[in-house]
């Protein structure tokens, strides 16, 4: 556009204002409320302050939080001190159980004249646990515990590493587990040893644990639950402290279902089995199964397969536990296959319990499925004259053990072993028939205390082998033992 051309629009624009104010009225602007500015204004400034203080509230809580964090936050969980980061990134529980038992055995003076003139079980007292350490969590997935065992069977010690493991717990709802631990083997070794019905588990269970599980156990493997099933899968190497050069290992497996729990009834069935690869038991090449029976006060051994050389071995089983208001039944059988080596025939043995309790006060076993396992009942409240009595648990078990095989009722040779032991070459095993039953009453004053007394009716049959070095009898002479036994547990935990 040309300067003429914009002159010439200018001048339009202007002649149409003009024209514009000729035809309408002026405008004239509202007179100013001066009142209604000051208090819009006060209120503009009432806003502000509003605004300001919740600003420095959030602050404050955002600060709070912040601090909260890095701070840390000390609570009690059934007596045990707990410590967790206000994040909740971190947290560590401090553990302890002490297991004080004490008892004593009746039996004949003149038992077994032909190899134990005399045999006298010990009476005593010991710390049979006395375990401390922690369990946590940081960064939220992973877990951990560390616990030392300073009590044992017989006799006390400078410590032992029970647990010393780490669990990632970030793929639900598995959890993965390495390090030294107890892998899932049976109901009864599955349950607490703060929460047994009696002082110890049965021989089934500790034999079949004693191949490729128990306590101290260097492991990998993996567990998970849903609401009413459970399964477990470890592979595992030798016990901490184990002797030898070459290293045990095994594969251990356990699964469990619970059938349409409800309040008042919980029916458990499952099953546990072990296959070991290599076999080193006590620093050999060797396998001996063996338990000491089901009291730890005397560490003497009865009935056991002696030493055999072993190329493999196997232990399983089905497991059942059921409660019904306060009754509860559990039972389970295990089956021990040994592959043996040399010229000799592979052994079987096996070995079952079944038990029972009732609780007179009117609880109830806890049923947990994290584990597949039952707990011990909790008191209402704490004991005290004139106000809860705790609560009081009677209980019976019977237990059947059989280590013999290939065994003839008139010939059984030792073959270049002892009377009490067979070589490496001998097909026949008299390791002896154990039949215990044990009575119990349990008290729980509060939920950190138990005491335990039981009494027991063991009776071993178990023959010698047939070897001149018998000093009287001859062959197939009584070595084993008949006797009673009462013994007393104080327990407490945090």
Not at 58 to 63: S, V
Not at 398 to 422: E, M, Q, W
Request: net charge negative.
């Amino acid at each position: 556009m040309t300067l003429k051309s914009l002159k010439l629009a200018g001048m339009v624009l202007l002649g149409a204002t003009s024209l514009t104010g000729l035809v309408a009225p002026p405008v004239v602007a509202a007179p100013v409320n001066q009142s209604e500015i000051d208090a819009l204004k006060a209120q503009i400034k009432l806003l502000e302050n509003k605004m300001n203080a919740v600003q420095a509230v959030q602050e404050t809580k955002i600060d709070e939080i912040k601090s909260k964090q890095d701070e840390v936050q000390i609570s009690y969980k059934n007596g045990r001190p707990v410590f967790r980061t206000g994040d909740g990134m971190f947290e560590m529980e401090l553990r302890g159980r002490v297991h004080f038992d004490t008892g004593t055995y009746f039996q004949d003076d003149d038992a077994l004249p032909a190899i134990a003139p005399g045999r006298d079980l010990g009476a005593g007292s010991n710390f049979r646990r006395a375990r401390l350490g922690v369990q946590g969590t940081f960064m939220r997935d992973w877990d951990y515990r560390f616990e030392v065992n300073f009590g044992g069977s017989g006799g006390e010690n400078d410590g032992t590493i029970n647990y010393a493991h780490l669990t990632y717990t970030g793929i639900k709802p598995l959890k993965i587990d390495i390090g030294a631990l107890k892998p899932s083997m049976t109901l009864e070794d599955t349950t607490s040893s703060n929460e047994i019905t009696f002082i110890e588990r049965a021989s089934a269970v500790n034999m079949a644990t004693s191949l490729g599980a128990g306590d101290s156990r260097t492991a990998i493997g993996v567990r998970g639950n849903t609401d009413n099933f459970y399964a477990s899968l470890y592979y595992t190497g030798g016990q901490i402290g184990d002797g030898g050069t070459d290293e045990q290992t095994a594969v251990v497996g356990r699964a469990a279902y619970l059938i349409a729990p409800n309040p008042d009834l919980n029916v458990h069935i499952g099953a546990s089995g072990t296959h070991v690869f290599e076999v080193n038991q006590d620093g050999a090449q060797t396998l001996n199964l063996r338990d000491r029976p089901e009291l730890r006060i005397d560490a003497t051994r009865l009935a056991f397969t002696g030493s055999l050389a072993t190329e493999s071995a196997q232990a399983y089983g089905p497991e059942f536990g059921m409660n019904w208001k306060n009754l509860y039944l559990q039972g389970e059988y295990y089956r021990y296959d040994i592959e043996r080596q040399g010229a000799v025939s592979d052994a079987d043995f096996d070995a079952w319990y079944i038990m029972g309790s009732y609780i007179l006060t009117g609880e109830t076993k806890r049923y947990d499925i994290k584990s597949a396992s039952f707990g011990a009942p909790r008191p209402a409240g704490p004991f005290g004259f004139g106000n809860s009595p705790g609560v009081w648990e009677v209980a019976a078990r019977y237990s059947a053990t059989d280590l013999n095989d290939n065994d003839s009722s008139t010939f059984c040779p030792a073959t270049g072993g002892t009377s009490l032991n067979p070589a490496s070459t001998s097909s026949c095993i008299r390791g002896g028939e154990q039949d215990i039953i044990t009575l119990g009453l349990n008290w729980y004053p509060n939920r950190n205390v138990r005491f335990m007394l039981n009494y027991l009716i063991a009776d071993v049959d178990r023959r010698a082998y047939s070897n001149t070095s018998l000093a009287s009898g001859g062959p197939n002479v009584q070595i084993g033992q008949d006797y009673q036994a009462l013994a007393l547990r104080t327990q407490f935990n945090w």
